[in-house]
């Protein structure tokens, strides 16, 4: 019983100190935080401080981020397959994903800001839509003293087109990105029609749910048989 004892300590003393991030989607379903639950034209803002560590705001002169409801009547972007709806083949964006505007007009355009409770290294997801002859998208990174890391315009962005998902991400060695800007907005000062989806987030260091790596259970086996040991003796 005794060494028993000394090994769930040892085990447990390394798994402490070694944990690895999980990396987390937020895609506006229902569930996806706890108790929440999307309507067409809910305001998003705090609902995902919690469960993600990610903050939602609109700035100066923007409207507020909304959720869309695919298929809906206020479209946020109208494509070949429908309203709020992508082309055969595209990615699965459930139900639910977030535009700009209002609850009577979906496509304006937007400045929205993801502030992050703690830093991350990679931050990921889809706009829907794009148009490149006239729409337009500005993607930043900052870090912690909100200085630039990284920008990214819709000329770096493939596939776009009508209906089409198009990915983009950052990516970091260290958890230094503590906010993302989008910024979307149409040349001819008209509707943007774009929406924003499948948002992914990674750390190094974990802000809930982790697991061990594999050097890490063999770590914690080997703290454990070595405490064991020397309990014998």
Do not use: C
Not at 8 to 25: D, E, M, N, R
Not at 79 to 107: H, K
Not at 145 to 166: E, H, K, M, N, R
């Amino acid at each position: 019983m005794k060494d028993y004892i000394w090994w769930v300590i040892g085990s447990l003393f390394v798994f402490s100190i070694h944990l690895v991030a999980i990396p987390t989607t937020i895609n506006f379903e229902a569930g996806n935080a706890p108790g929440f639950t999307p309507t067409n034209g809910l305001v998003i803002t705090n609902q995902f401080e919690q469960s993600h560590g990610v903050i939602f705001s609109n700035n100066s002169g923007s409207p507020a981020v909304h959720i869309v409801q695919t298929g809906g009547t206020a479209a946020a972007f109208g494509s070949a397959a429908g309203n709020d709806t992508l082309l055969s083949g595209q990615p699965n964006i459930g139900s639910f994903f977030i535009a700009g505007g209002t609850d009577a007009n979906f496509a304006a355009p937007f400045d929205f800001t993801l502030t992050f409770t703690q830093g991350v290294k990679h931050v990921s997801g889809l706009f829907f839509d794009l148009e490149v002859s006239s729409e337009r998208i500005t993607a930043q990174i900052f870090n912690q003293s909100g200085g630039v890391l990284q920008t990214v315009t819709q000329a770096s962005f493939s596939p776009t087109g009508d209906g089409i998902a198009t990915p983009w991400s950052f990516d970091r060695s260290s958890d230094d990105i503590f906010s993302l800007r989008i910024q979307a907005f149409h040349t001819g000062g008209s509707l943007i029609g774009t929406g924003i989806d499948n948002i992914t987030i990674d750390r190094n260091t974990p802000l809930g749910a982790a697991v061990p790596e594999a050097n890490s259970l063999l770590l914690l086996l080997s703290a454990g048989t070595i405490l064991v040991f020397r309990g014998k003796k």
